[in-house]
C-alpha cells in the first residue's frame, strides 16, 4: 500500500497550489480520502474529506471556499486544490484513504509553507 503525496512547496500569501496523491495497492474507489495538515507545535487536524464516490465532501470552517478537494477513481488519485492561501496554511500535508479501522492508511506528507 502506498499514498504518495506531492504538489507542496512555498507560495506567497494570496497564491495557489495543487496537492496530488497517488494510491496504489488497495481498491481506492472504496475509500474515504481526506487530507490533513499538521503545522509545527500543533496537533494534525483535517482539511478536507472525500467520500469514495466523490458525490460528498466536507471541508475544515477554515478552509471553507478557498480549497477543493477532488478524487479521479479511475487514476487513484485525490487532489487538493488551494487558493488564497495564508501563512497559517503552512504545515504539512498528509493524504488518508480510510476504509475502516483496520484498512486505514497515511502518506508521508509534502510541506507547504506560505510566505513573502
Known amino acids: 500500500v502506498q499514498l504518495v503525496e506531492s504538489g507542496g512547496g512555498l507560495v506567497q500569501p494570496g497564491g495557489s497550489l495543487r496537492l496530488s496523491c497517488a494510491a496504489s495497492?488497495?481498491?481506492?474507489?472504496?475509500?474515504?480520502m481526506s487530507w490533513y495538515r499538521q503545522a509545527s507545535g500543533l496537533e494534525r487536524e483535517l482539511v478536507a474529506a472525500?467520500?469514495?464516490?466523490?458525490?460528498?465532501?466536507n471541508y475544515a470552517d477554515s478552509v471553507k471556499g478557498r480549497f477543493t478537494i477532488s478524487r479521479d477513481n479511475a487514476k487513484n488519485t485525490v487532489s487538493l486544490q488551494m487558493n488564497s492561501l495564508k501563512p497559517e496554511d503552512t504545515a504539512v500535508y498528509y493524504c488518508?484513504?480510510?476504509?475502516?479501522?483496520?484498512?486505514?492508511?497515511w502518506g508521508q506528507g509534502t510541506q507547504v509553507t506560505v510566505s513573502s
Open positions: 488518508r484513504g480510510r476504509y475502516s479501522r483496520a484498512y486505514d492508511y
Open positions: 495497492g488497495f481498491t481506492f474507489s472504496r475509500y474515504e
Open positions: 472525500i467520500s469514495s464516490t466523490g458525490g460528498n465532501s
